[in-house]
């Protein structure tokens, strides 16, 4: 029954809690309105191998990702949901790859169902896979070639080894054409000590060349393409992203080395009790070729990550499917021997977790209203609901942990699915303005000019209309690359000259501006610009529309 219907009940559970919720709530900024925006104007201008942002060159990523993304929409529409289905693709990808890898190692259709459920119930996974940016591609292509790679070493036929090689090299390839050379590094990070280890070297060095050669040939006309169209990139690409990224001294998000270690524990919810004891059995087993296989392939990347100087939280999902199939493991061993403590223990946290959840939800409700009970009244009962399911759930595998085991990733799913719509309307408005912005794209598509000053509210203008020319009111930010060329400098105007572009821009027409004003100095733009303005207001986003002026 298990091996029957465990991956199609998967695959459903897969279906409602992550693909319907996507088209539930706006863009996030500042990631998923510029991805959006990215991937939209390669599909409206036709130019496929440079990324530009709003028209400006952007060159902080390669393409793949755009490409995934702009197929999407190119599919299901410009819309929410064709934004995020190439990441909630690529995380339904991983986790079918754990179900084939589990099958792969342990041919036990238990294990396998064990580990799945646990990957996508994991809340960093499940979020992730809901969530329009590179990350959910990356992770599956290194999940991929790691795989692949597990193939190489385990095939026994030449044929089928040669295969895996292949593999190897193209999800290699696509990994670095989504976000760089760091899907070459990270599987001989893995590949090297492990064939150390097990004194095959050899095979390493002559096998090894099929899958360069095979990502070569994948990903050199891009690279070729690329750098004709613009000899700058490879420079800024290789030295920016890669060098200052991970070892300069001004690295972005400079943290302390342990910085992973809290957060693989907080990644590992709803299953944090069950991280101990897997990592124990992992160690004791590390002399053997699967579990030391899996090890590497956790430890390894962590290791890589925490020495860099800059980090981010996402940097560590490839870590995941491994941490997947090794709690997995664990978790069918323990149930096979109905040892069932580990389990309880995890219920009765997460139970607590959820208790203090809805206790600090109330405490607020009564001292600082998070929701206003006239207008928001649905969202504050759909996250009670996901409080309370969350406990729920929790509270079954707390008293019947051996045969309840799986519950808590309800409330993970629950949690992922409706907290985005639930969230209170102080955080939707000021965190998702193409929402504010698709109810007057009318005003504003008639604009002959559109300003902004915040780059995430002017990229998600810029994908709402179509319109890509988006003029930078007195920012910059991460373009502040692309907009140092001659041929977009004139996009940015700071504080002395708007008031002057924003008189020559009303003789051709009506005028659209999109404001975030956040803090005092926002409020100062604001209050500089003229005030025979229509404007609109929602949270701290603001749009003004400024009529034609009369010769």
Same mark, same amino acid.
């Given at each position: 029954m298990i091996r029957r219907w465990a991956l199609p009940l998967l695959l459903l559970v897969f279906g409602l809690c992550y693909l319907v919720p996507m088209a539930t709530h706006g863009l996030w900024i500042p990631d998923e309105t510029r991805y959006a925006q990215i991937s939209q104007e390669m599909l409206l201008t036709g130019k496929w191998a440079s990324p530009h942002f709003m028209g400006i060159r952007y060159f902080e990523k390669?393409?793949?990702?755009? !490409?995934?993304?702009? @197929?999407?929409?190119?599919?299901?529409?410009?819309?929410?949901?064709?934004? +995020?289905?190439?990441?909630?693709?690529?995380?339904?990808?991983?986790?079918?790859?754990?179900?084939?890898?589990?099958?792969?190692?342990?041919?036990?259709?238990r294990k396998s169902l064990a580990s799945s459920l646990l990957y996508m119930s994991f809340v960093s996974i499940a979020a992730s896979g809901g969530y329009a940016n590179l990350d959910p591609q990356f992770t599956f292509w290194v999940n991929l070639s790691v795989v692949a790679l597990w193939l190489c070493f385990d095939s026994s036929s030449r044929r089928a080894r040669l295969g895996a090689w292949t593999l190897l090299g193209l999800a290699c390839a696509m990994g670095f054409m989504t976000k760089g050379f760091l899907a070459?590094? $990270?599987?001989? @990070?893995?590949? $090297?000590? &492990?064939?150390?280890?097990?004194?095959?070297?050899?095979?390493?060095?002559?096998? #090894?060349s099929v899958a360069i050669a095979v990502a070569i040939v994948v990903s050199l006309p891009w690279a070729l393409m690329v750098h004709a169209q613009e000899p700058d990139y490879w420079r800024f690409f290789f030295w920016h992203e890669h060098i200052q990224r991970f070892a300069g001294a001004d690295a972005q998000h400079d943290a302390a080395w342990w910085y992973y270690l809290p957060l693989l524990v907080a990644f590992s919810l709803p299953w944090v009790v069950l991280l101990p004891a897997t990592?124990?059995?992992?160690?004791?087993?590390? +002399? =053997?070729?699967?579990? #030391?296989?899996?090890?590497? !392939?956790?430890?390894?990347?962590l290791a890589f990550f925490s020495l860099s100087k800059g980090k981010l939280p996402a940097y560590i999902l490839p870590c995941l499917l491994p941490l997947a199939l090794l709690m997995g493991n664990t978790l069918a061993e323990k149930l096979a021997a109905a040892r069932g403590r580990t389990l309880?223990?995890?219920?009765?946290?997460?139970?607590?977790?959820?208790?203090? #959840?809805? $206790?600090?939800?109330?405490?607020?409700? *009564?001292?600082?209203?998070?929701?206003?009970?006239?207008?928001?009244?649905?969202?504050?009962?759909?996250?009670? *609901? /996901?409080?309370?399911? !969350?406990?729920?759930?929790?509270?079954?595998?707390? =008293? +019947?942990?051996?045969?309840?085991?799986?519950?808590?990733?309800?409330?993970s799913w629950l949690l992922v699915a409706l /907290?985005?719509?639930?969230?209170?309307?102080?955080?939707?408005?000021?965190?998702?303005?193409?929402q504010l912005i698709i109810d007057h794209v009318p005003e504003l598509q008639q604009a002959s000019a559109l300003l902004s000053n915040d780059l995430g509210a002017a990229s998600a203008l810029s994908w709402r209309l179509g319109r890509p020319e988006i =003029? @930078?009111?007195?920012?910059?930010?991460?373009?502040? &690359?692309? *907009?140092?060329?001659?041929?977009?400098?004139?996009?940015?105007?700071?504080?002395?000259?708007?008031?002057?572009?924003?008189?020559?821009?009303?003789?051709?027409?009506?005028? #659209? /501006?999109?404001? +975030?004003?956040?803090?005092?100095?926002?409020?100062?733009? @604001?209050?500089?610009?003229?005030?025979?303005?229509?404007?609109?207001?929602?949270?701290?986003m603001v749009i003004l529309i400024f009529p034609q002026a009369v010769p």
């Open positions: 390669p393409v793949a990702g755009y !490409w995934m993304i702009a @197929l999407g929409q190119a599919i299901f529409g410009q819309n929410l949901f064709g934004v +995020r289905f190439a990441s909630a693709l690529a995380t339904g990808l991983s986790i079918l790859l754990v179900y084939f890898m589990s099958r792969r190692l342990w041919n036990d259709p070459w590094l $990270l599987p001989i @990070l893995i590949a $090297l000590p &492990y064939m150390v280890w097990q004194k095959r070297t050899r095979e390493l060095l002559t096998h #090894g990592l124990k059995q992992a160690w004791q087993a590390r +002399r =053997t070729p699967k579990s #030391g296989f899996l090890l590497l !392939w956790l430890l390894m990347p309880q223990v995890n219920g009765w946290l997460n139970l607590v977790l959820g208790v203090l #959840g809805l $206790l600090a939800l109330v405490y607020f409700q *009564i001292k600082k209203p998070l929701y206003d009970l006239h207008e928001e009244l649905l969202s504050l009962v759909l996250v009670v *609901i /996901v409080l309370v399911g !969350w406990i729920l759930s929790n509270l079954l595998q707390a =008293t +019947r942990p051996l045969r309840l085991w799986a519950a808590p990733a309800i409330g /907290v985005p719509a639930a969230l209170p309307h102080s955080v939707v408005y000021n965190k998702t303005p193409d =003029t @930078l009111y007195n920012t910059v930010g991460e373009v502040k &690359y692309g *907009i140092a060329f001659a041929d977009t400098a004139y996009r940015r105007v700071d504080i002395p000259q708007v008031l002057k572009w924003l008189a020559k821009a009303r003789q051709k027409g009506s005028v #659209g /501006v999109v404001m +975030r004003v956040k803090g005092d100095y926002a409020r100062m733009e @604001l209050n500089l610009l003229p005030k025979d303005a229509k404007r609109y207001e929602q949270g701290n």
